[in-house]
């Protein structure tokens, strides 16, 4: 029985900074236009079978036409944060070098008419797609040519548009760069042939890129243009299976391998223990300089989350061939009572709430934490439930009940930006799945606001979550089995 009375709402702190993500390679189109030079993942569609139904990122959602009046919804929404990122090789089409004017009048007219709306931008400088010359010049993130190149650039952009940037991130999680485009190869580059090595060889340059960058931000621009920048890491929670030893310590390596990779060099000044003590020779090591370069190197935690895994130790098998999967020796389960989005990701809210406890707990961010990513994918069968989508609705209801648990709990969470804006080309899935708050039809690119979206508008308004207690009681944690 539904009863109305029966809704909790939810207080949020005043200035909470609520809005909605996207990343260039994903909206914006005009891949092979206006100057730009085609990226690392404009290679990888362009390889049969990589991509479901061979779609790419060639025209997405036209945003680099549309941008004015996708900047007016954002407006009619009221949201008070966008976040987007600069596509690289559009910027600079050899990689370095010579600016591309045509890019800097489209990034730049964003920002002015986002400003002039009264829309915070977020800036992602990296969110996966490096220029493919740069990858075939010297193998991309797998040179330590890498490092110069990417500060060059996050410096030019520092210059372009940092009178109108008060938030950078430098990378989008470089945990999906390493993991997925050098170990299972499902990402661009799509590399899976050495995984015992790759992957950690990518994330040594990616993190003292992002090093470099921050280094350049702070000595430079810093303090003429008074902003913040830090890094964004994706991390889902790991839950142990059992109370026993074998699965608490099986969570720690699953926290240790994919959060602490990246988190441990910037909040602790090295990679975890154990991850140095299990791949010895094949994970890189800091210098002391490096070291210092690393430690604080981020304004706030950018936290990208999606779902919960329950884990238990996983005895290493006989097979001798070292990966970055099978270093961590940790099996995934999932409760099969849980609800799935459309990318059979599982809806746990309770682990969004364990998780920011963590992250609280062990790495206390000075600037406190941006959740730069969270949503789900849904199906639309027909275009009206592609609009009525209840679904994501309580994902999001059960996901911000549970955030805002933390916070009640002295999580330092600043604010909370949905992923995703609308309907985009998801990576390896194409067209296929729908994150968006606003609904794209891809024939005739017409945006329609969804209920989710009108959530939104009332969360950005009011400050206030209405949930219904049987969302409540279905985001609490419940023991598997
Ligand atoms: C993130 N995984 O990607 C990205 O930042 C977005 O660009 C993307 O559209 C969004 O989440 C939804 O997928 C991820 O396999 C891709 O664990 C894959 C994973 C996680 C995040």
Not at 228 to 245: F, H, R, V, Y
Not at 341 to 346: I, Y
Not at 433 to 454: A, L, N, P
């Amino acid at each position: 029985l539904l009863n109305v009375r029966d809704d909790k709402v939810f207080t949020f702190p005043e200035n909470f900074l609520w809005g909605a993500a996207t990343a260039a390679y994903q909206i914006e189109g005009a891949a092979a236009k206006e100057g730009r030079s085609p990226s690392i993942w404009d290679a990888f569609c362009a390889v049969p079978g990589k991509i479901q139904n061979g779609d790419s990122g060639a025209t997405a959602c036209e945003h680099y036409y549309r941008y004015s009046d996708d900047v007016q919804l954002m407006k009619d929404l009221g949201l008070r944060a966008y976040r987007f990122s600069i596509s690289w090789s559009r910027l600079l089409p050899q990689g370095r070098g010579r600016l591309n004017p045509r890019a800097f009048d489209f990034y730049s007219s964003l920002l002015s008419e986002l400003c002039t709306s009264g829309i915070t931008p977020i800036v992602t400088l990296y969110h996966w797609d490096l220029p493919q010359c740069l990858e075939e010049e010297y193998g991309g993130w797998l040179s330590a040519k890498i490092i110069p190149d990417f500060e060059a650039f996050a410096s030019t952009c520092f210059q372009c548009f940092g009178t109108f940037v008060k938030h950078w991130i430098t990378l989008n999680e470089p945990w999906c760069c390493c993991a997925l485009g050098y170990g299972s190869g499902e990402h661009a580059p799509g590399k899976s042939s050495n995984a015992g090595q790759e992957p950690y060889l990518a994330a040594h340059h990616m993190l003292l890129a992002h090093g470099r960058a921050v280094k350049c931000y702070r000595d430079q621009y810093q303090a003429e243009q008074g902003g913040l920048i830090g890094l964004t890491l994706n991390m889902d929670w790991k839950e142990p299976m059992s109370a026993s030893e074998a699965d608490r310590q099986a969570q720690a390596r699953a926290l240790d391998w994919q959060l602490g990779w990246f988190a441990d060099p910037v909040y602790k000044g090295d990679y975890p223990e154990a991850m140095r003590a299990r791949c010895r020779d094949r994970l890189p090591s800091f210098s002391k300089e490096e070291q210092a370069l690393l430690l604080g190197s981020s304004d706030f935690f950018g936290l990208n989350h999606y779902s919960t895994d329950f884990v238990s130790g996983e005895e290493k098998g006989s097979e001798t061939t070292e990966n970055y999967f099978a270093d961590q020796g940790v099996k995934n389960t999932s409760d099969p009572r849980w609800l799935r989005t459309d990318m059979g990701w599982d809806v746990v809210p309770w682990g969004f709430e364990r998780l920011l406890n963590w992250i609280q707990k062990v790495y206390s961010p000075k600037g406190g934490i941006l959740v730069t990513e969270n949503g789900c994918a849904v199906r639309e069968t027909t275009e009206q439930d592609a609009i009525n989508d209840s679904f994501r609705i309580e994902y999001l209801q059960g996901y911000l009940s549970q955030m805002h648990k933390a916070m009640a709990n002295g999580v330092d969470v600043k604010g909370y930006l949905v992923w995703s804006f609308m309907d985009n080309f998801e990576w390896a899935f194409g067209y296929a799945k729908r994150f968006g708050i606003v609904r794209v039809d891809f024939e005739s690119q017409q945006r329609t606001v969804k209920d989710s979206g009108r959530l939104f508008r009332t969360l950005c308004k009011e400050n206030k979550l209405k949930v219904p207690s049987r969302v409540l009681a279905s985001a609490e944690f419940v023991p598997f089995n």
